[in-house]
C-alpha cells in the first residue's frame, strides 16, 4: 500500500498539472509546502517516529518536497514562456531595427582638440578661466586703461552687476599667473564675445587659443619659431608665416600673424590668424599686486604670448567660408566633418 505521503505527492502532481495559471499553482504550493502545508506538516511528525522508520521517512519526505517542488518549477516556467510568446506575437523579430544616426564632433571642437595636441607636443599645459570676467582680468591686469574702446559698452556685453562676457581668452593669462610662479607655459581654448556686427567673417560668439610662456630669457625668436611650428604642424610644412608689427596693451612688441599657403584651399592670399607679442612689464606688476608677492618681477622673468582665432583656422583646415555655420546646427553642414 502507498505511504500517505506518497498519495500527497501524487495529488500534489495531480493538482500541480491541472493548474491554470501562476496563481492557481500558488494557492497549490502553498498548500502543500506552504508553512501549514500538509508536506510540511510531516516534518513535525518526524519528531514522533521511532529510530528505525525516521531515516526512512525522512529520505521519502525530500523526495516528495523535490518531486514537487520541480513539478511547480516546471510549470512556472511553462506559463512564463507562453506568456513571453504571447507578447511577442504579431512582432516579427526578423524586421530590421530602427537605424541610429552617428554623431561627430563639431568641426570647432576637432580644431580645438588638434591644436591642444601640438601644443602639448610643445610643453604647454592646459589652463582654463570663466566666460563671465570682471573688468580687471579683462582690461585692467592687461594694461588696458579705462578710455580703451574695446571697455565700450558699445562692444562689450556687461552684465548688469558690471561683470562681462570676456572678449577674449587673454585673462586666462593673468588667473595663470595669480595661481602659479615662474616658469609657466600655458595654452587656453574657449570662447570670447564681441558686439560685433555679423557677418561670414565676424560672430558675437568666437574661440580662441591662448597661450603664455615665462621663463627666464624668453625672445621674440623663440615666440616666432613656436607659433611657425604649430602652423606648419596644422596647415602643412609648405605654409608661409608672416609677422606684422600691431600694437596690443598687455604686448610689447606686438605682432600679428599672418598665414599663406599653396596647400590650401583659397590659400593664395595672406590670412590673420593670431596677435602675439611679448608680455608687458605692467602685466607682471598687476599680476603681482594681485598675488601680494614679486615673484614674476618683470627684471628677471621675460614671456610671451599669443592669441590664435580659433574659427579663423577651422575655417582654413576645413574650407568653410562662413563663420555663421558653426552656430547654426544644419546637419547638411555638420555631417561633412563625421
Ligand atoms: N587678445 C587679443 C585679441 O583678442 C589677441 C592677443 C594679442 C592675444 C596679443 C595675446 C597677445 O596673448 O599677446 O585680439
Redesign the pocket.
Known amino acids: 500500500m502507498a505511504h500517505p505521503l506518497e498519495q500527497l505527492r501524487d495529488d500534489a502532481l495531480r493538482e500541480v498539472d491541472s493548474a491554470l495559471d501562476e496563481k492557481a499553482l500558488d494557492v497549490v504550493r502553498v498548500g502543500y509546502l506552504g508553512r501549514n502545508g500538509s508536506i510540511s506538516a510531516w516534518g513535525e511528525q518526524m519528531k514522533t517516529l521511532d529510530n528505525e522508520e525516521r531515516p526512512v521517512i525522512g529520505k521519502l519526505l525530500n523526495e516528495v518536497r523535490n518531486a514537487v517542488t520541480a513539478a511547480i518549477e516546471e510549470r512556472t516556467g511553462k506559463f512564463r514562456s507562453q506568456k513571453e510568446s504571447e507578447a511577442l506575437a504579431g512582432l516579427d523579430v526578423s524586421l530590421p531595427g530602427t537605424p541610429h544616426e552617428y554623431g561627430a564632433l563639431h568641426p570647432l571642437h576637432q580644431m580645438h582638440e588638434r591644436g591642444i595636441q601640438i601644443f602639448r607636443r610643445m610643453g604647454f599645459a592646459l589652463a582654463d578661466g570663466p566666460d563671465i570676467e570682471d573688468e580687471w582680468h579683462c582690461f585692467d591686469a592687461l594694461n588696458t586703461p579705462p578710455e580703451h574702446p574695446a571697455r565700450n559698452e558699445q562692444d562689450t556685453f556687461y552684465l548688469s552687476d558690471g561683470r562681462l562676457l570676456r572678449?577674449?581668452?587673454?585673462t586666462v593669462?593673468i588667473r595663470a599667473m595669480e595661481s602659479v610662479p615662474p616658469p609657466l607655459r600655458v595654452i587656453a581654448s574657449g570662447a570670447?564675445y564681441r558686439r560685433d556686427e555679423v557677418d561670414a567673417t565676424h560672430s558675437a560668439q568666437f574661440h580662441?587659443i591662448?597661450?603664455?610662456y615665462v621663463d627666464e630669457n624668453v625672445s621674440v625668436a623663440d615666440l616666432k619659431g613656436e607659433l611657425e611650428f604649430f602652423l606648419r604642424e596644422l596647415f602643412g610644412s609648405e605654409t608661409e608665416v608672416q609677422f606684422r608689427p600691431h600694437y596690443?596693451p598687455?604686448?610689447e612688441p606686438?605682432l600679428e600673424v599672418y598665414v599663406r599657403s599653396k596647400a590650401l584651399k583659397r590659400g593664395e592670399q595672406w590670412i590673420e590668424v593670431?596677435?602675439?607679442?611679448m608680455v608687458h612689464p605692467a602685466v607682471f606688476e598687476a599680476v603681482n599686486k594681485a598675488r601680494g608677492d614679486k615673484v614674476y618681477d618683470p627684471e628677471k622673468w621675460s614671456g610671451?604670448?599669443?592669441?590664435l582665432g580659433m574659427d579663423r583656422l577651422a575655417m582654413i583646415l576645413f574650407d568653410i567660408p562662413d563663420i555663421r555655420l558653426f552656430a547654426q546646427n544644419d546637419l547638411r553642414f555638420l555631417k561633412q566633418f563625421a
Request: proline residues 0%.
Open positions: 572678449t577674449h581668452t587673454s593669462q570670447a580662441q591662448e597661450g603664455l596690443f598687455f604686448t606686438s593670431a596677435g602675439c607679442g610671451y604670448a599669443f592669441g
